[in-house]
């Protein structure tokens, strides 16, 4: 008996096991040949392949596919070569074609297909189109004047048996049922029975299967022939290349070879000096030789359709790429190392990451998806069930309420990964001090018990941030394709099976903050200001310089967070060269070494770990920084291959890595022992190694985001305004629209309230003023905001009548522009209370005339309001906070000011000169960091503002513990604490808590 019809847990709703887990146990239970056979799909494809291989087992690749408007399906399993890519086709087919009818087309695309079926009319159906059927037997027995017995007696047709197999044990029919009501939106106590499969539905041994099947022996005869005539083991493409232009690779290499030079001089002048001729020739031999010459093609084409692009990951250390425009940091001069992007050796398909504007990537996207037609389509991600999520789902299928599913949920921000916790969410959140109110009555234990075993469970298919695949035929040939709910294609594979396959995949993602600099600049050319970008260095300015060296760069791309600005103020340099080292130092767990390299930055001793690193080291200060520092080192100190040390780069990322790290650790001990290293020396280059690899960015990566940094801290360090307005505007970036109010402020910008006669629908500055866009209104729909300025630009609005006419806003979008200011300008001398009376005339007026007629008889200027007193002050304030998030005029701690100073509250300004003093500080909460220290515990770093600068502060574990339940964002706070420094940045280590 050999399995023919197992669902793993990529059977999305049905199955519930990983499929390593049911190759491990199909291998113990004595098997030898195995069928997946997933619902519609082939997610699992490569990981079962892989575990396949593994357990020594023999796999038969398959797929369930069903008709989505009729009770048919079959299960198709690959016999040879020409049967994968008419499954994919019919999978395709299945998830596209919206008139897909399962019975009428299987025939066209059966060639290489055995097909089983439990269906005797499409077996009797397909059988006469020639195809290669069998009838499925899913249970024993079956009587033999049974409808399928007979109908394949008469045909002539194999029975076969089939047994479903949906989980892994008789255990795991509990997880099935829970997917399935979580599937069908219900209640576990309203789970259709016709919609869960059968208790006996798990992974039998051979034994068992032969028990249930003794009334009908020929069937489990007929799944061993059917498994022997089964030739095919999985689709081997090599390395699948984009086309370009429909060039062959010689075609591709000429060309390529032209727009290198080309690009070259464009870069450099018309006389190549010889290090770039030399490097060109290099990186072209090496491109020639692993055919990649129309992919580089490829990719310079889609960076011409934007203006403003970064191209970053290791493809940045590739002059070729340089030159053709797809990056923008030279990587002769910033010695930047082309091993790491390709090498003569290397198997796998590197790939080349550019960055567009987040708001015109999808443009570019789409535009190559229509020029390369059924030859491109996006990489998917495969979203799991995270903690959060499986909570949530599992307590909903509990029939709990929303209000007590987010009693507990709220709870959940700090299990984000599958690797958070101890594997039992009921003992870890009874362990967290921020859930440590919390009652967990039944059914809640039982809630968190089910949803553990949901974790890590695909729950659906979503589009992979950026990742195309172009090939030079049809996709549907290579992997199953879906319709993104977004409606761009989709390929079944994951970012790291479409690179197992061998597909090369284009990364083009999207950088808010190339928006942040394109806005700014139009910003600019609008207010009139000349600026000049063909002349623009701004890593050479020394107010720039000045600006990152300080850690004065909220708002700047990559380096805004605390942990950088902080980095920064404690380095003191602002140069590009060590703004790239600090972008990729700056990780996970690196606080040590930070603190190491800071020290020798300012000075400090140190040896090199060994005379060989001298070169690989040097500019790091003998500290591993980036990611090909780990090749570098394994090349130098033990002789490594370029092949072997990016392997060992690789394996050091992944979540397997101890399983061929171990072999790797070996080959680098003997290599160092053979060079004369000293074995105390190698196992400290090894642990150095084993700390950075796995976070770190590449060096070239690391340079291409600190050309952006330097753009955007040039533009704020020049022009203030015009900076945040775009900050704002693209509503990217670490902190909130509340803390880049703050910032702007602080930069001496003054701040103009929303205003329905001047406010456009985006935030704008210019000069040292910034105008509060209409998309701060909380509540305002966009189509509202268009309406307004398109109106305005028709002509202006004469009072509040007219606009209420013109632009007939909803009432809560009214009220929210009364209560934030936005119609203030209409009445001049009007209180808000008198414009909420305006709006209850007009909608007074519309119900009386059917909302055909105006609203006032009389010319709206000569309208009278009722003497209504205006809102009290600290209610005002309070109502515009609700509505913008902030406040026009002030700071919201200036408010807190009298209780700020009875508690005797030092301001953010001077905190620096109370270093070693314990002090009170009073200050709102703009942002915050979970971390764990080496034992685990958890504690936090906090960042808060007041009217006079920031405070970052540090809360320990015992502190955290003691008052995390306390805080919250978007609040005031009085903290006690002692001010330290370190390499002069001032933080404060807080002991006590309390909202102010």
Known sequence: MIPLTLRSHHSLGWGTTPVTQLCRRARRLGYTRLALTDTDNLYGLWPFLAACRQEGLTPIVGAELTDPRRPHRAVCLVADAQGYPRLCRLLTRRHTAVDFDLAAELPAHADGLVVLTSDPQLLLRWHAAGVTVAAAMPRAPLAPTHPLRRTARESGTPLVATPGTFFLDPEGHADHRLLRAIALNTTLERLPPDQVAPPNAWLDSPQGYAARFAACTEAIANTHTIAERIAFSGPDFGLVMPPWADADDQAAEQALRRAAYAGARRRYGRDLTEPVVDRLEHELAIIGRMRFAAYFLVVRDIVRRSPRTCGRGSGAASLVAYSLGITNVCPVKHNLYFGRFLNPGRKDPPDIDVDFAWDERDGVIQGVLDQFGTRAAMVSSHILFQPRMAVRETAKVFGLTEAEIGRVTRRLPWFWRLQDGTGDLLADLRRRPEAKALEFDPPWPQILSLAQRLIGTPRHLAVHPGGIVITPRPIHDYVPV??????????????????????????????????????????LHRDGTPFDETRWEPEADPATRALVAHGRTMGCFYIESPAMRLLQQKAGK????????????????????????????????WEPLHPLLDDVLNETLGIMVYQEDVSRAAVALAGFSDVDADGLRKVMAKKDRHRRLEDYRQQFAEGARRRGVPPECVEQVWQMMMSFSGYSFCKPHSASYARVSFQAAYLKAHFPAAFMAAVISNQGGFYSTFAYVSEARRLGVTLQGPDAARSRIRWTGGRDCLQVGLMAVKGLARETARRIVAQRERRPFRDPADFLERVRPDEAEARALILCGALDALAPGWTRPQLIWALARWQAG??????????????????????LPPDPPLERLRREFKVLGFLRDCH???????????????????????????????????????????????????????????????????AYERFCHLLDHGRPYLLQGLVEDNWGAATLTVSAARPL
């Open 892 to 958: 919201p701690m200036t408010l807190y000011a009298d209780a700020a100073r009875r508690a005797g509250a030092v301001s953010a300004r001077d905190l620096p000169q109370q270093v070693g003093r314990r002090v009170a500080f009073a200050g709102w909460l703009i942002t915050g960091k979970v971390v764990h220290t080496k034992r685990g515990d958890p504690m936090e770093f906090l960042t808060f503002e007041d009217d006079t600068g920031i405070v970052e502060t540090t809360f320990f574990p015992r």
């Open 482 to 523: 879906e319709t993104a709910p977004k409606g761009v294609p989709m390929i079944q594979w994951d970012k790291d099976d479409t690179e197992t396959a061998g597909l090369v995949k284009i990364d083009l993602l999207g950088n808010r903050s190339l928006a942040v600099i394109r806005d700014a600049i139009h910003n």
């Open 574 to 605: 602002g140069d590009f060269e060590h703004l790239v080292i600090h972008s990729s130092i700056i990780r996970p767990a690196a606080n040590d070494c930070i603190q190491e390299y800071i020290r020798r930055l300012h000075g400090g001793g």
């Open 846 to 867: 519309r119900r009386t005339a059917g909302g055909t007629l105006p609203l006032f008889a009389e010319a709206p200027t000569t309208l009278a309001p009722p003497d």
